[in-house]
């Protein structure tokens, strides 16, 4: 299952953004730094093959340092991939290359990582550079999540970006904490003490929609504190309804502090996974209820093509299935048009079943094809 970067682990995160680093300064002499990924669920000893057959075509390379060098580095690689008995969960990267700035002179280094997420794309390629788009990606935040903590004394607000967890604002209600004997009638006391209670859940739910209302990434909202206050909020606290149906998760806690907050994320965890699915089944849905009511307005496969070249498409949706030089000529054309783009795993029933009947790309039109 493909998981966002909400839930890569914060030291694999760090150890994949040194990586990119590092392998992103590299440049080749010449073409000849080789490049490949082993999606998830691949045949390790059928790319190892491949691989192998590969070296009968540097053969023809005519410089023969250069043919050297990528011969010896192919032979690298085949030797470590047969001390995998199957492909990692996740896929495999591996780059391997001359990295001497000397002409003339060989510094072959091999790195084989094993990805935090799911690797769709299958590749090879010997460039002057490596290729490392793949891995970038999964260093991007493509999705931020609102965050609530809170009981009738104090609220926090703050948002999860990526694996970071950061403190938007912080506020406190002077309601009493417990209600004093003697003085006012208990019943008095309870009236005013609950009317400061919902003035403020007003006032967090303000605030949460200044925060959140506007935010285009914003995929969900998790709520945590004691019961009853979080459902008190919920149900009192006049949220606006845009934020109110991007709820996902409520959690129950015992602290609104910083650490709250990283209690309710990790308390979460399988719910914002869940998210991330769900959120593919509804575009997959749309794009299927769209092609099912009108297919004028509703295209896939070759057709997309069409449609992109007379700027008629509203969504593009790509699967994660499709070969990497699909997707970027498919991206540019997009954007070069302003389309919405979503990508769609295979993950799940719905993605296997987009794929298999799309080949991999539909489109959503903003108008019909004549």
């Given at each position: ?6 839930v ?42 491949q ?12 410089s023969?340092?250069v043919r ?24 495999l ?9 000397k ?20 590749l ?64 008095r006391?309870?009236?005013i ?17 200044d ?8 995929k ?16 009192e ?49 749309k794009?299927f ?17 069409i ?36 990508y ?9 079943q987009?794929?298999?009947l ?9 108008f019909?094809?004549?």
């Open positions: 299952m493909e998981v966002y970067n909400t890569i682990d914060p030291k694999k995160k760090q150890e994949l953004i040194d990586l990119v680093q590092t392998i992103s300064a590299i440049k080749g002499r010449h073409t000849e730094l080789v490049t490949v990924y082993i999606p998830g669920g691949a045949n390790i000893n059928l790319t190892s093959n691989l192998d057959s590969e070296r009968s075509t540097a053969e023809n390379i005519k023969k340092q050297s060098n990528v011969i010896d580095a192919l032979n690298m690689i085949v030797r470590e991939l047969k001390k995998y008995k199957q492909t990692p969960e996740n896929g990267a591996i780059f391997c290359g001359n990295i001497s700035d002409e003339g002179e060989q510094d072959l280094k091999l790195w084989m990582y094993e990805p935090p997420r799911l690797l769709n794309i299958k090879y390629r010997c460039d002057q550079e490596f290729i490392i788009d793949p891995l970038k990606e999964m260093t991007s935040v493509d999705a931020v999540y609102g965050l609530l903590v809170i009981d009738r004394q104090a609220a926090m607000i703050g948002l999860l970006e990526g694996n970071n967890i950061k403190v938007l604002q912080k506020l406190t209600s002077g309601v009493p904490g417990k209600i004093k004997a003697g003085g006012q009638s208990s019943q006391f309870h009236r003490t609950e009317g400061l209670a919902k003035e403020f859940y007003r006032k967090v739910a303000e605030k949460m929609k925060q959140f209302f506007d935010m285009p990434k914003l969900g909202i998790l709520i945590g504190g004691p019961i009853p206050t979080k459902e008190d909020f919920i149900d606290g006049n949220l606006v309804t845009k934020l109110k149906e991007k709820i996902i998760a409520i959690k129950d806690l015992g602290y609104v502090d910083e650490h709250g907050l990283e209690l309710l994320v990790e308390d979460s965890r399988d719910d914002l996974v869940e998210q991330e699915l769900t959120i593919e089944k509804n575009h997959v849905k794009f209820e769209t092609l099912g009511k009108d297919k004028k307005m509703a295209v896939y496969g070759k057709d997309v093509l449609a992109l070249e007379r700027g008629a498409v509203d969504t593009l949706y790509i699967s994660k299935k499709l070969e990497k030089s699909a997707v970027e000529e498919l991206e540019k054309r997009a954007n070069n048009i302003g389309s919405k783009i979503f769609i795993s295979v993950e799940h029933t719905d993605g296997e987009f794929f298999n799309t080949k991999g790309v539909g489109a959503i039109l903003r019909a094809l004549e």
